[in-house]
C-alpha cells in the first residue's frame, strides 16, 4: 500500500498538523488519509494545516467540546464549479463527505469567491471557525444553525440567518450549464441531494472551518494566533 508521512498535530486523532513540532509527532499514514492530504489533487495542506490548528485552539486550549470529532472544512480559494467542502472524520481517519457548496451573492461574481463580510444585509459569506447548532425545517427546508465564534470576522451569523441548507442552485446540472453553481444570500449551501446527510453528521456542535487567504484574519484570528496552543503542544508531547 503506498504510503504517505506527515506531521501530525492532533496527538489524539492520527492526523496532520503544524509544521515544526517533535518529531515524535511524525506518523505513517495509508492511503485512506490521502483523501485529504498532499495525495489530494484538490486540498490545499496548507489549508488543511490551518483548519487543524484552529480546531486545537479550540478544543485543547478554549475548551470547547466535540463529541462527535468531526470537523467540515470549506476552501472558499477554490472556485465554486469544484468540490470545496470536506466532511472529516477525525477519529476514523475518514473522509465522509467531498462535495460542491455555495457562496455569497455579493462575495463574488461567478465562481470565485472575492469578498467577505460578517455585516447584517451584506449578502457576503463569513470566514473563520464556527460550531454547528440544531436543525430545523424552515424556508429553505432541512437547516442547519451555525454560530460565528471569530468577533469581527463571523459573529454576528445567527443575527444574519447564516445557516447551511440545500438548494436547487447547487448541482453538477448547474455546472454542466453554466460553468458554475449558483450563489446565496451568505450561507453555505449544499446541492439538495446531500445536504440531510451532511447536516446529520455535522450538527449539534461540531466545527466548520472557514477558509479564505485574507491577510486580516489570517493576522487576527483568535484561533490562527492561538494564545496557549505551544503550552498545549508542550504538554501533548511529554505524553508520548
Not at 20 to 33: D, F, H, Q, R, V
Not at 98 to 125: E, M
Amino acid at each position: 500500500m503506498k504510503k504517505f508521512f506527515i506531521i501530525i498535530l492532533l496527538a489524539w486523532f492520527p492526523l496532520s498538523g503544524l509544521a515544526k513540532l517533535p518529531a515524535s509527532y511524525e506518523l505513517e499514514i495509508n492511503e485512506g488519509i490521502a483523501k485529504y492530504v498532499p495525495a489530494h489533487p484538490i486540498m490545499s495542506l496548507k489549508v488543511l494545516h490551518r483548519a487543524l490548528e484552529a480546531y486545537l485552539c479550540a478544543v485543547r486550549v478554549r475548551g470547547i467540546k466535540d463529541p462527535k470529532k468531526v470537523l467540515t472544512i470549506i476552501d472558499y480559494s477554490l472556485p465554486s464549479n469544484t468540490k470545496r467542502m470536506w466532511v472529516i472524520d477525525l477519529k476514523r481517519k475518514k473522509v465522509l463527505y467531498f462535495t460542491l457548496v455555495a457562496h455569497g451573492k455579493l462575495t463574488g461574481d461567478g465562481g470565485k469567491a472575492l469578498r467577505f463580510s460578517d455585516r447584517p444585509h451584506s449578502l457576503q459569506s463569513s470566514i473563520g471557525l464556527f460550531r454547528t447548532g440544531s436543525t430545523y425545517y424552515g424556508h429553505d427546508g432541512y437547516s442547519l444553525r451555525i454560530k460565528g465564534l471569530e468577533k469581527g470576522f463571523n459573529d454576528t451569523a445567527e443575527d444574519r440567518h447564516v445557516i447551511i441548507h440545500g438548494a436547487w442552485y447547487v448541482s453538477r446540472n448547474m455546472i454542466k450549464r453554466y460553468g458554475t453553481i449558483g450563489r446565496s444570500w451568505g450561507c453555505p449551501a449544499l446541492d439538495e441531494k446531500i445536504v440531510k446527510p451532511v447536516i446529520d453528521t455535522i450538527k449539534d456542535g461540531t466545527l466548520l472551518f472557514i477558509y479564505y487567504p485574507d491577510p486580516k484574519w489570517l493576522k487576527t484570528s483568535t484561533f490562527l494566533q492561538c494564545k496557549g496552543l505551544k503550552s498545549e503542544v508542550d504538554k501533548i508531547s511529554t505524553q508520548q
